[in-house]
């Protein structure tokens, strides 16, 4: 093949995957590719159509601006077109002088002249719209679609609280206000958190969103207002469509500040880190400035923004091609990239939770090098369908955790014999190798192994050591850290053994301090069984099911060796507390702990069991039906079985009662017929009080 077959084929094939990249993007909002590696694909196309440029056909995906029209929006053909802007592709420093620069050379300004004065804005990752006011009056909002003809999206924008339907102050008869929708990083994660619900509760047309930027497209550009409004959105105006001219009566502003003084004055947001600049020096200082407070923003931006700030110069200047001569983006690292997984690793958290999390070729995402990210749980993991040895998109916004948002469509439709395994979640500790456990109604899995588990081992000192627990006056987080890392304490025994020579030996640990903390260890072991129960952290059992527990027992044997039917005796405590605690006892490292803390002198004064109470509901059999104002099925179930009732599924004539909700069905007819009493919830839940 000749170099410029080659050309001619590599040309081809980049503009069809663009193609199809775009159509995601714009039309689909669900992309598959992170922008960056679209903008890879963009520039090689660009790079190759200048060299042979009779490649630049009409239809070249590099021809257009952007974005086409989705069919079901009315097309509206922009007045003045929204424009592009030139992206400075050097992220450093020399990005803003280089723009400087060219701004300067086509002004004919000489090199040691005055500088020039720019207003530095935000580049928010948004989506541009372009808001149409008639005498102040928000008559038409649409999206910029390719720059000439974009989409209404008036009754969807209206639910936009930043969004002003009348303009305050006085207006000029013809406005078009510009500027970007986007979502907050908190909102983005809430909706995200709603759709996983939306999914585990099998609603199939339901999706995740890949980043803000996509579910703010998504909510502009839904067909039903109602859903739209439910995807709550920002806004930020930063520019001028068409507008009435000053001498008819329209702003008399000269400047892109201040234009924006006047936004801001009719009642829009305007981003308050906007700032004007002198030169090419305060362009820099202002890109590092924004930089560093990036990850602290509550929305994402993906660069800045340089202007001319003058109208007059903006004019001078003009464009070139669809972009602006005076203005650029500058960037910050992207957000989001793509690597390979080279493998899936479970950690534990410091209060046994388990998460998968995939080991990375390292890669360079919002400004760090990142070589772990989070697939969150096991149901997030299979629905990615993240394997081993898949190309993965990689995100990293804001001081969130590095996650995997998905894997690139190359890599999921590989046959499933070349792939690595589905991800499965181990029924073992990865660091202990206590039983790990998920519990109905629950995302996460677990480790059992408490006190025993080094993942978990400051967490479960710190828990002991409080004031509600055994109480070790100044054991602080400080310490504790410093202990574990020391090794100088694996276990809670190991507290106890700690002497005033090793504690004095410590980093920044005065004499007076290792002396009151040797006595605070003394005083501890004096104690009370509520406390030493719940300073044991047990999931689920607090200081008043600790209470429950040491007054229904008496001693703590009792509580270790109880069947969960003796556990579910105690007032209080429910069929997930008292599995809780069969599982933690049964856990042999736990049972040695507690011998080993007990003959280290931890003692406390042993009571006798309490009288033994007949259930208040014991013998009773109630059947629930139809939905109850307060309680849930579960809810209701589970208070009456701690009561000792028994909680059948259909009526019959040993029923003794029939808990009836709204919508009651078939069941409730039965009673009737049967004459089995009728109860609601609350002569429910007032049996349940007068039992106890
Ligand atoms: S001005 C004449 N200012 O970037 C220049 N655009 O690539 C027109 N954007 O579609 C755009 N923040 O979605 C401008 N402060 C800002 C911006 C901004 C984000 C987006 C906007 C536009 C795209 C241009």
């Not at 803000?212 to 469509?241: E, H, M, T």
């Not at 409080?466 to 574990?484: H, I, M, N, P, T």
Request: proline fraction near 5%.
């Amino acid at each position: 093949m000749t170099p410029r077959e080659q050309a001619v084929q590599e040309a081809a094939a980049l503009s069809e995957q663009l193609r199809h990249h775009a159509h995601r993007y714009y039309v689909l909002d669900a992309p598959e590719l992170p922008d960056a590696a679209y903008d890879q694909l963009f520039q090689r196309l660009q790079a190759l159509e200048a060299e042979h440029s009779d490649l630049r056909t009409a239809d070249s995906p590099t021809q257009r601006v952007g974005g086409k029209v989705l069919d079901g929006f009315t097309k509206v053909r922009h007045k003045v077109p929204m424009l592009s802007i030139r992206t400075e592709t050097d992220i450093t420093a020399a990005g803003a002088s280089a723009f400087d620069a060219r701004v300067r050379k086509e002004l004919g300004l000489a090199e040691d002249g005055p500088p020039v004065d720019y207003v530095c804005e935000l580049k928010f990752d948004g989506l541009a719209l372009n808001l149409r006011y008639e005498h102040g009056v928000l008559v038409q909002a649409a999206t910029r679609g390719d720059g000439e003809v974009g989409e209404e999206v008036t009754q969807n924008i209206r639910t936009v609280q930043q969004i002003p339907l009348r303009l305050n102050g006085s207006a000029p008869p013809v406005v078009e206000v510009r500027g970007e929708v986007y979502m907050r990083r908190d909102q983005f994660e809430a909706l995200n958190e709603r759709q996983r619900a939306k999914i585990a509760a099998g609603q199939k047309n339901e999706k995740v969103f890949v980043n803000p930027r996509n579910a703010a497209a998504g909510a502009v550009r839904q067909l039903d207002p109602a859903i739209a409004a439910a995807r709550p959105l920002s806004f930020f105006a930063y520019g001028l469509g068409e507008v009435t001219p000053a001498s008819e009566g329209g702003p008399d502003c000269t400047t892109q500040f201040d234009w924006l003084q006047q936004f801001h004055a009719w009642g829009f947001p305007v981003a308050t880190q906007t700032q004007r600049a002198r030169g090419a020096i305060e362009l820099i200082a202002f890109h590092e400035t924004i930089g560093r407070q990036r990850d602290a923003l509550p929305y994402d931006i993906d660069g800045v923004v340089y202007k001319v700030d003058s109208v007059a110069l903006q004019r001078q200047l003009g464009f070139v091609s669809r972009e602006p001569r005076w203005a650029v983006a500058h960037k910050y690292p992207a957000q989001e990239q793509l690597t390979t997984v080279q493998g899936i690793e479970v950690q534990v958290g410091r209060t046994g939770k388990l998460t998968p999390v995939a080991k990375l070729a390292p890669v360079f995402v919002g400004g760090v090098t990142v070589t772990n990210a989070t697939l969150h749980n096991e149901d997030e993991a299979r629905r990615k369908d993240v394997r081993v040895g898949d190309t993965v998109i990689v995100r990293r916004a804001g001081d969130v955790i590095p996650e995997v948002v998905g894997v690139v469509p190359e890599s999921a439709a590989k046959p499933d014999d070349q792939r690595g395994p589905v991800f499965t979640m181990p029924r073992q500790c990865p660091v202990c190798g206590s039983d790990a456990v998920r519990e109905e109604d629950e995302v996460d899995y677990r480790c059992t192994g408490g006190l025993f588990c080094a993942a978990q081992r400051k967490e479960a000192i710190l828990h002991f050591a409080a004031r509600r627990a055994v109480e070790v006056e100044g054991l602080g987080d400080k310490l504790v850290e410093q202990l574990v890392d020391a090794n100088l304490i694996r276990t809670l025994p190991d507290l106890y053994k700690l002497g005033f020579t090793t504690l004095v030996g410590l980093d920044r640990m005065a004499e007076k301090s290792a002396k009151n903390i040797v006595a605070a260890l003394e005083k501890s072991k004096q104690t009370t069984l509520p406390r030493f129960l719940f300073g044991l952290g047990i999931r689920h059992v607090g200081e008043s099911t600790a209470k429950d527990l040491a007054k229904h027992f008496g001693k703590l044997d009792a509580i270790m060796d109880a069947t969960e039917v003796e556990l579910l005796e105690v007032n209080d405590v429910g069929p997930v507390v008292a599995q809780s605690l069969r599982t933690f006892f049964d856990q042999p490292h736990n049972r040695e702990v507690v011998e080993q803390l007990r003959a280290c002198g931890v003692t406390w004064e042993e009571g006798e069991p309490a009288p033994r109470t007949v259930l208040p509901l014991a013998g009773k059999t109630f059947v629930i039906t139809g939905t109850l104002p307060t309680l849930a099925r579960d809810e209701a179930k589970d208070k009456l079985e701690s009561a000792g009732a028994k909680v059948a599924g259909s009526v019959s004539k040993k029923t003794d009662y029939v808990v009836a909700g709204a919508e009651a069905g078939s069941k409730l007819d039965k009673a009737i017929a049967l004459g089995v009493e009728v109860i609601d919830e609350a002569k429910m839940l007032a049996l349940l009080a007068a039992g106890e």
